[in-house]
């Protein structure tokens, strides 16, 4: 790959690499890379939020390199004790099993299979004692974790945080040193997990993992990130007509952010758009029609993105019956 490959693939989509120097040296040196990816599995269905990640995991996969990916069955077993999160209760080994089935379905729409290596914590946590755990916990101190921002809000307003909530920063860490990760992949809201993985793995004698942070991407109600809680989101599963009926709803303010983020249009098409929509030569529905074709394309095909098409101009635009 040319140097200015690299560079797109650096740059298109993503938020923040930690060391971005030192990742660009592995992927230089030929070397097969082990890429992290984590999930919690108390929530099965994938949407475009997740997409702009697993994007960028399938063009790494194009050079050469694997993804493992890593089924959170032991963490999603003890739930949020602090009932901080609505969406992290306990859950059943049985509750475990169907939401990764349904997770890994759709995650493969995305990324190559055949390239990916799965694996489930309780490989290397159903091992561990109470001296194990210990041995984790003392690595790392108190401050430390309070210093990640929505700990920090918390503890200075007096809401409570669970002892286990502190332990979650440092599985995910143990994850990266269990399966000698080279590189792990996250929203910009996983970066002090990540940071703490690539600390534990240095204190383990293991060359750090390097941090590749993807944006958030904002969902249709254009204010907060996309969310299936807040009933935002666009479901990779959901029929074309919706994705493309929802894409048409999303604000106008969103398109080039959706544009670069879940789409292959080139980077110079993309800006010829953004030109275009800041001196009003174009009406951005079109760029949108653009837009919600490309992705329904993207998971049901070229056929029926067309259709989906059709049903939206003539349900929507001309008000006939569907």
Not at 4 to 17: I, Y
Not at 201 to 220: A, D, S
Request: one cysteine or more; hydrophobic letters at 40%.
């Amino acid at each position: 790959m040319t140097d200015p490959d690299l560079k797109w693939l650096l740059k298109r989509g993503v938020a923040e690499t930690i060391v971005e120097s030192e990742l660009l040296k592995l992927l230089q040196s030929g070397k097969s890379l082990r890429l992290k990816q984590g999930f919690d599995p108390s929530c099965p269905d994938i949407h475009l939020g997740h997409v702009v990640g697993l994007r960028k995991l399938h063009q790494f996969q194009q050079l050469g390199h694997c993804v493992v990916l890593i089924v959170g069955d032991w963490t999603a077993q003890i739930g949020d004790p602090s009932g901080a999160s609505a969406t992290r209760s306990m859950l059943s080994s049985e509750e475990v099993q169907a939401n990764a089935q349904t997770y890994m379905q759709q995650f493969f729409k995305v990324v190559d299979k055949d390239k990916t290596e799965v694996r489930w914590q309780s490989e290397w946590f159903s091992k561990f004692g109470l001296d194990d755990v210990i041995s984790l916990t003392s690595k790392f101190t108190v401050a430390q974790f309070l210093a990640r921002e929505d700990f920090g809000k918390r503890y200075s307003s007096g809401r409570p945080i669970a002892i286990t909530e502190l332990l979650y920063p440092l599985l995910q860490a143990y994850d990266s040193v269990a399966i000698e990760a080279d590189v792990e992949f996250g929203g910009t809201d996983q970066k002090f997990n990540c940071l703490v993985g690539r600390e534990l793995q240095q204190m383990m004698g293991q060359r750090p993992q390097q941090v590749f942070l993807v944006p958030l991407l904002i969902g249709t109600d254009g204010s907060q990130k996309m969310s299936k809680s807040l009933g935002n989101y666009i479901g990779v599963d959901d029929p074309p007509n919706e994705i493309y009926g929802k894409i048409m709803s999303i604000p106008d303010s969103l398109i080039i952010d959706y544009l670069e983020l879940v789409t292959d249009i080139p980077d110079a098409e993309i800006a010829e758009f953004k030109m275009q929509i800041a001196n009003q030569s174009i009406n951005p529905m079109s760029v949108k029609k653009r837009l919600a074709y490309e992705i329904v394309a993207q998971f049901h095909g070229a056929q029926a993105a067309g259709e989906a098409e059709k049903h939206f101009a003539s349900v929507f635009q001309k008000g006939e019956v569907p």
